[in-house]
């Protein structure tokens, strides 16, 4: 496996399913923490794989911003998304290479990327209701299937939640447990289940760019295949 191969899919996985606040009003979307814990299935991962593999994502949500920390035990990649202008900071901690670097996508080449993947694929995504529920993080959830093709996804997601999962924008409330497939292997599932919901208020802080980030060059995103 190539040295950044987990690295990127971690990232891409990140791109895929950025969150954004619900609420009809100002105040009305979530304010507050969501912890999720990840774990490996269909395969055996070797322990290379496992010292890269994440092993959790926080969330933390403030008013129209969503930031999403992926961490894992070499590198710590994160999201900073507006939801109103639908910008993205990507932020890339990596102490193995002495790095902390970012880079930024707008809402248009965010849309424009959205619009190519859908355009690519030869079958709508649509969603069956499953019967039962499963309590995560407290919450009680509803079972769902998201069906696309060949490919299906188990979902429990909840209503009491107020913000949306991009990923998952067919599903009628917020994932508090999935199963994403990772690029480029496709024995390897990664299995995101909420462990914790904390309500209490993020410090603005966390929606900037630390002082300590360089933007990623011409010659680093190669390196990253972006």
């Known amino acids: 496996m190539k040295q950044f191969s987990i690295i ?14 619900g609420g009809d009003k100002d105040g009305d979307s979530f304010t507050g923490t969501i912890k999720f814990k990840i774990s ?13 593999m994440p092993s959790e994502i926080t969330e933390y949500h403030l008013g129209n911003m969503v930031r999403k920390d ?19 900071i990507m932020l890339f901690d990596l102490p193995m290479m002495g790095k902390k670097v970012y880079m930024k996508k707008s809402g248009k080449e965010i849309e424009d990327a959205k ?13 069956e ?9 407290g919450y009680t959830c509803s079972k769902a ?3 696309n093709g060949d ?3 188990t979902i429990y997601y909840t209503k009491d939640i ?4 991009e990923e998952f924008e067919e599903i009628d409330g917020y994932p508090l447990y999935y199963v994403t497939s990772v690029p480029q292997d496709e024995e390897l599932e990664l299995v995101y289940s909420a462990t914790e919901v904390i309500t209490k208020k993020p410090k603005k802080k966390m929606f900037s760019i630390p002082s300590d980030f360089t933007e990623m060059t011409a010659e680093e995103k190669k390196m990253f295949g972006m």
């Open 40 to 52: 490996a299935e269909g395969r055996e991962i070797t322990p290379t794989e496992q010292s890269q």
């Open 115 to 127: 619009k190519e993947a859908k355009d690519s694929l030869d079958t709508e995504s649509k969603v």
């Open 145 to 147: 299937k998201l069906v």
């Open 162 to 165: 107020n913000a949306k999962s």
């Open 151 to 153: 490919n299906s996804v």
């Open 8 to 21: 990127l899919s971690a990232a891409l996985i990140l791109i895929s399913s950025y969150t954004f606040a």
């Open 129 to 137: 209701i499953l019967e039962g529920t499963k309590t995560i993080a």
């Open 70 to 88: 992926i961490v894992s035990p070499m590198y710590t990649i994160s999201t900073i998304t507006n939801n109103e202008t639908k910008d993205v």
